[in-house]
Nanobody, 123 residues
Framework: QVQLVESGGGLVQAGGSLRLSCAAS????????MGWFRQAPGKEREFVAA????????DYADFVKGRFTISRDNAKNTVYLQMNSLKPEDTAVYYC????????????????WGQGTQVTVSS
């Protein structure tokens, strides 16, 4: 059974940094793409970044380019989201997700989800 467990959220001031982690277990993920999404109150879940486990190709939403970096540690089966220069509008619950093969921007195309971790950026 696939399990994704996020950690690393918290409260930070604007301009600060956080690193989110997503520990994956339950199967071999070499053919999977791992994504980070976020959802603010009253808003739809939106794509933030994704990485293909094999090869490490990445993709980012425009609003995080240059500020966020997604990476993976194959030995630990863990995906990270390094978030720098955080803004109050980055406040949301951040979710880790997995799907087979290619990266997708659409949350409906990911079949596996973590429970989410809250990120709050104060001004």
């Amino acid at each position: 059974q696939v399990q994704l467990v996020e950690s690393g959220g918290g409260l930070v001031q604007a301009g600060g940094s956080l690193r989110l982690s997503c520990a994956a277990s339950g199967r071999t993920f070499s053919s999977y793409a791992m994504g980070w999404f976020r959802q603010a109150p009253g808003k739809e879940r939106e794509f933030v970044a994704a990485i293909r486990w094999s090869g490490g190709s990445t993709d980012y939403a425009d609003f995080v380019k240059g500020r966020f970096t997604i990476s993976r540690d194959n030995a630990k089966n863990t995906v990270y989201l390094q978030m720098n220069s955080l803004k109050p509008e980055d406040t949301a619950v951040y979710y880790c997700a997995a799907r087979e093969y290619s990266i997708s921007y659409y949350y409906t195309e990911y079949g596996y989800w973590g429970q989410g971790t809250q990120v709050t950026v104060s001004s």
